[in-house]
């Protein structure tokens, strides 16, 4: 087994320049020039000591640690700001058993849209000591963003359409790219780690010509194996696979029809998008291990203490400066000033979040991973296909999920939906454990 260690690091966040298309120069941000961000690769058991220098230009930025177990005070809130032209140094102790597919990303207060938007995201694998997973499977992380260019190549800003329903690109990158290609021999098997990192794009998805199973969620791996035909993953979610490979020729990785609910014209196409080509040669694989029956047990959380009830609207209404648009919870815009919950650490807590708008919201809460109970809808109740650890939840319109969710550290948490330009619009509150 692997010793604990020391993980150090720096990110820079700065401006930086990136070619999409042939003879054009988009200026993006980036960290350490690279957008995506570096992938980050620790181990359970590791101190992390993280510097951020921010040199993004006239702005605050912070670093948030999406989904991981960091203390309250490490975990880059927007009341956290780290000004224009400085340093901090984030640092926490990542704990037994919390491996998992995380990342990190700005989250400043205001500006979180725009600095994601423009290329400031990466991933945050925490590995285990003992994984399960056969390592000939390799470790494949693919951190799915969108991008939208104007004539001219640069990054336009958000429209009235992208502040109602979230802005969405008009390409799907991976790993930065239009449709990379990989190369695996014939009856390979892949684990591969699918990232929405994207403002407000919901990503249906399947392989077409290779078969998919689900391994794990944004929290680390599920209990046993699940096969699916199609995975839905919304912003800030994230799902870990195995793909097989076992006909060669190209199998590609496809976007498929979701109505996540749209306000007004211009609806994206979301069907039909190539991602990702993986060609499959005619060499056969070596003869691999197979995937365990069991991959590691999830205990369920216990009969919560007491329960809550946030509900999700939408208001518009027209004054004398324009469109009003209101993204509220419990009908409340974010005040961070105020708290909105009070919780104590340690206490499980249900949480019934009711989406009475009339798109798709993903529900996502800072410093823990929750268990989905059910999701309920016009009074039909399901249970989801497996018992996970998430932080990010998609809530259909016209859905309830309920959850359980229990804090640990204390220290002020944010709630918040996904959809970046929601949550900056004030889908958004303050979580108080104590
Ligand atoms: Cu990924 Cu509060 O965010
Ligand atoms: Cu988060
Ligand atoms: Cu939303």
Redesign the pocket.
Same mark, same amino acid.
């Given at each position: 087994a692997r010793r604990p260690g020391l993980f150090k690091a720096r990110l820079t966040a700065e401006p930086a320049v990136a070619r999409f298309a042939e003879g054009q120069d988009t200026p993006i941000l980036a960290y350490n020039g690279q957008s995506p961000g570096p992938l980050i690769e620790a181990f359970e058991g590791d101190r992390v000591e993280i510097t951020f220098a921010n040199r993004i230009g006239e702005e605050a930025s912070t670093i #948030?640690w #999406?989904g991981m177990p960091v203390p309250a005070d490490q975990d880059g809130n927007p009341m956290d700001p780290v000004a224009a032209g400085t340093d901090r140094i984030y640092a926490f102790v990542l704990p037994e058993g919390s491996a998992g597919s995380y990342?990190y990303?700005p989250?400043p207060h205001g500006k979180t849209a725009e600095q994601v938007y423009r290329g400031l995201a990466g991933a945050f694998v925490v590995k285990s000591k003992v994984d399960p997973v056969p390592a000939e499977y390799g470790d494949t992380v693919l951190v799915l963003t969108d991008l939208r260019l104007a004539a001219d190549g640069s990054m336009p800003g958000n429209t009235m359409s992208d502040l109602m329903n979230g802005r969405v690109g008009d390409h799907v990158l991976v790993n930065g790219q239009k449709n990379p290609q990989l190369s695996v021999a014939e009856g390979a098997r892949r684990r591969l780690r699918l990232y929405n990192a994207t403002n407000a794009r919901f990503l249906k998805l399947a392989f077409d010509g290779a078969p998919m199973t689900i391994i794990g969620a944004d929290g680390g791996l599920i209990e046993a194996p699940v096969a699916a035909e199609d995975i839905l993953i919304g912003p800030?979610e994230r799902i870990e696979l195995v793909v097989a490979f076992d006909r060669p020729g190209p199998a590609t990785l496809k976007t498929l029809p979701y109505d996540r609910g749209w306000m007004g014209p211009g609806r994206p196409a979301d069907a039909g998008l190539t991602l990702l080509t993986v060609n499959v040669s005619q060499t056969p694989a070596e003869v691999l291990p197979p995937l365990p029956e069991r991959l590691r047990p999830i205990a369920p959380l216990p009969a919560p203490a007491r329960s809550r009830r946030l509900v999700f609207t939408e208001t518009m209404a027209m004054n004398a400066s324009g469109m009003e648009m209101g993204f509220l919870i419990n009908g409340r815009a974010f005040d961070m000033a105020r708290v909105d919950i009070v919780t104590k650490a340690g206490e499980t807590e249900l949480w019934e979040i009711v989406n009475q708008a009339d798109m798709d919201h993903p529900f996502?809460v #800072?410093g823990t991973q929750f268990q989905v109970i059910a999701h309920e809808r016009d009074g039909t109740v399901s249970k989801p296909r497996y018992l996970a650890w998430k932080d990010?939840v998609n809530v259909a319109r016209g859905e309830t999920v309920r959850l359980l969710l229990r804090q640990e550290r204390p220290g002020p948490r944010?709630y918040?939906c #996904?959809i970046l330009e929601h949550?900056q619009l004030g889908m958004m509150g303050v979580l108080d454990v104590q």
């Open positions: #948030h #999406h990342w990303h989250h800030g996502h #800072h990010t944010m918040h #996904h949550e």
